[in-house]
């Protein structure tokens, strides 16, 4: 759990840093051609932020993971029973687990199912928005170098 959260807080610096490559296209002296760059810096921004959202959840994943079955009293998973009251518990037979799009759940006897964790909705969101946003960037960044090229050769 702990190289899952180092991870992603190496995700977040990079795209820390990548912002900052972003707000320095505002100041003089940017490179040229300075839309491009911004584009691409942009979409680098967006990658690594859509990488640091998934490795959150996918170390909580890993996490509920582990926990199940490793010593007294893990079983049921510990994230299926910990902060949910006894009538959400009742009948809780096995868990399920996904690494793409993220999820743990919790499965009752009689089919019904529970996320152990809300969060892992918005997480999938926000990482899945990011990566579009990311590639959107970058393929934008390509056709305006390719848009600059052709009036280049047309001149």
């Known amino acids: 759990m702990l190289t899952g959260l180092g ?4 995700c977040a610096i990079g795209a820390f840093v990548a912002g900052a490559g972003v707000v320095a296209m505002a100041l003089p002296g940017r490179p040229e051609p300075w ?14 932020g859509a990488a640091a959202v ?11 993971e582990h926990d199940f079955g490793s010593g007294a009293d893990s079983v ?9 009251d006894e009538a959400t ?4 037979s096995h868990h399920r687990s996904s690494y793409l799009p993220l999820r743990f759940d919790c499965v009752r ?13 918005w997480m999938n969101a926000t990482s899945a928005a990011l990566a579009l946003a990311a590639a959107l960037l970058f393929i934008g960044a390509g056709y305006a170098t390719e848009l600059r090229a052709r009036k280049a050769a047309a001149s």
């Open 54 to 64: 998934y490795v959150l959840g996918l170390s909580a994943v890993l996490a509920s």
């Open 109 to 121: 006897d009689d089919g019904s199912v529970y996320s152990s964790d809300p969060d892992y909705g």
């Open 76 to 84: 049921p998973a510990p994230a299926c029973r910990d902060g949910f």
């Open 89 to 92: 518990r009742e009948g809780l």
């Open 7 to 10: 991870v992603a807080l190496g």
């Open 35 to 48: 839309p491009v760059q911004l584009m691409r810096r942009a979409a680098a921004t967006a990658a690594w």
